[in-house]
């Protein structure tokens, strides 16, 4: 089956600071989800992209839809103690189930 | 609106015993989905239901798991019998069409302990 690459596997940074991580596959891929679980809970979804090359916004939030359709990026503006999580990737595939990255756990100094 | 429901929270169990878990999804939610979530890792789908029917169950390891969601409606999970490396998150997840393309809403999850 399809295989995500997400990277980095982890990020320790500081209040205020930026973050940007991002999901690979050798697979085109026809939808990208953004999702963000917090320990002892289910996935929530953040964003989600339909088009190549599609760029969207949920508060400090931004994902793009990569033109190859072979990748993702999320990036968190000015990150704040509450950013702090597992933030996870998943696609379609055409015809195909959804398939999840490993995860990026991300820890937030204050 | 409600969202998707699992019960238990919490499940310890021995190896070589049999566990269950329930699942209720979003209301109107056609399209529901169990996934395995072990510690570190993403989740992975082990079985899809359309209704009443399985869509998906090529991932489910049938020789110990069962699914069932006989009205269509909530849906049960079981393990008999358990191994250790059964040990993960067991996440229930529903969406309102048949699901290709559509984001999934997840549960909280059943925490199961195999010792």
């Known amino acids: 089956g399809q295989q995500l690459n997400q990277s980095p596997q982890s990020m320790f940074i500081q209040e205020g600071e930026d973050v940007s991580m991002n999901c690979t596959s050798s697979?085109?891929?026809?939808?990208w989800l953004w999702y963000k679980q917090d320990p002892g809970e289910g996935p929530v979804l953040l964003i989600a992209?339909?088009?190549?090359?599609e760029l969207t916004s949920n508060g400090r939030l931004t994902a793009q839809f990569g033109i190859t359709r072979k990748d993702s990026f999320l990036n968190i503006s000015a990150s704040i103690p509450s950013d702090v999580g597992i933030y996870f990737c998943?696609?379609?595939?055409?015809?195909?189930?959804?398939?999840f990255g490993e995860g990026t756990q991300l820890t937030v100094n204050p | 609106e409600a969202g998707v429901a699992q019960s238990p929270r919490y499940k310890i169990i021995e190896k070589r015993q049999s566990v269950a878990f329930w699942c209720n999804p979003i209301s109107g939610h056609a399209t529901l989905y169990w996934y395995q979530q072990i510690l570190g890792q993403g989740p992975k789908l082990l079985i899809q239901?359309?209704?009443?029917?399985?869509?998906?169950d090529s991932q489910l390891p049938k020789d110990r798991f069962s699914a069932e969601r006989l009205k269509g409606v909530d849906s049960t999970l079981k393990i008999q019998p358990a191994k250790l490396e059964d040990s993960a998150v067991y996440l229930c997840a529903s969406t309102s069409v048949r699901g290709y393309n559509s984001p999934l809403h997840f549960g909280n999850g059943t925490r199961l302990t195999v010792t």
């Open positions: 992209l339909y088009k190549a090359g």
């Open positions: 998943a696609g379609y595939s055409s015809g195909s189930r959804l398939t």
């Open positions: 697979s085109i891929f026809n939808t």
């Open positions: 239901f359309q209704n009443n029917g399985v869509v998906d």
